[in-house]
């Protein structure tokens, strides 16, 4: 088991992302904490966790305000021991389906504003912990349109870039602390329920199906198909485990080769 015996910290754990990657961390045997601000969800996805012999927490935590994040951090520390491993799978409540000009400012800065004050409180807040801790692993997730622009994807693309500097930085300023910071870049996999949704309003913008799309994409990828969520969370999990140790400030291209490196 990859992750054996860590304590994994996933804040956006109920979300499609944020869920695969729990139940990859689960079965390479982390203690997982589920953070999000509604229970519920959480608790649907603790419940599959455990019911395959996962270990796993629900909690809850404004990822949005540092001092429910310190008291948050805090608490689980208190009950678990340090915080090893964190994955951020927050979403960024990014519009996508028409130009920039259409959706107007506050649109598109949306996904730019909420995705780094998230990245911002969580990554330096969980940086310091670790540094305290004899350091550990962030990880995040970005898209391919971080660095290959694409039309109708409104403020999305130039916040998985914005996300993507931030995690370079970051990486570069603690890495001699012992804390490692990677991402993983997804192509955004269709089987995702709100990458399905935004893949379904671009088929509609250029007069395609949603299948029509999809098989015309996968056809330009050179190993002939989308990335799954699930092989995304594997490669998360990958980056978050020690076989990884050599890398920092960097990232996994998950993407299908849809972006050659």
Sequence with gaps: MLL???TAL?????????????????????????????????????????AVGGKVDVTLV???????IAAHLDEVTGRLGP??????????????????????????????????????HTGTIV?????????????????????????????FGIACAAVENFLRQLGQEVGHKGVRVCWVRSPGSPDA?????????HAEAVGKTFKELSEEW???VPLGRVTALAQVADAVTLLSSDLAAGMTATFANATGGALID
């Design 127 to 155: 940086a310091d912990h670790m540094a305290q801790h004899a350091g550990g692993v962030i990880v995040g997730i970005t898209a391919n349109v971080g660095r290959v622009t694409m039309a109708n994807v409104g403020g």
């Design 83 to 120: 915080v090893q491993i964190m994955f951020n799978g927050i979403y960024w409540d990014d519009v996508q389906g028409s130009h920039m000009s259409e959706m107007g400012y506050d649109a598109v800065m949306a996904p730019i504003l909420g995705g780094m004050r998230t990245w911002f």
């Design 4 to 6: 054996k015996n860590k």
């Design 193 to 201: 329920p709100g990458v399905r949704d935004a893949w379904m309003q």
């Design 62 to 68: 404004d990822a949005r305000d540092p001092a429910s």
């Design 10 to 50: 996933i804040y956006g754990g109920s979300g499609a992302v944020g869920g695969a990657v729990a139940r990859a961390y689960a079965r390479e045997g982390a203690h997982v904490v589920l953070a999000a601000r509604n229970r519920a969800p959480l608790d649907a996805v603790a419940e599959e966790i455990r």
């Design 218 to 220: 996968g056809s330009g």
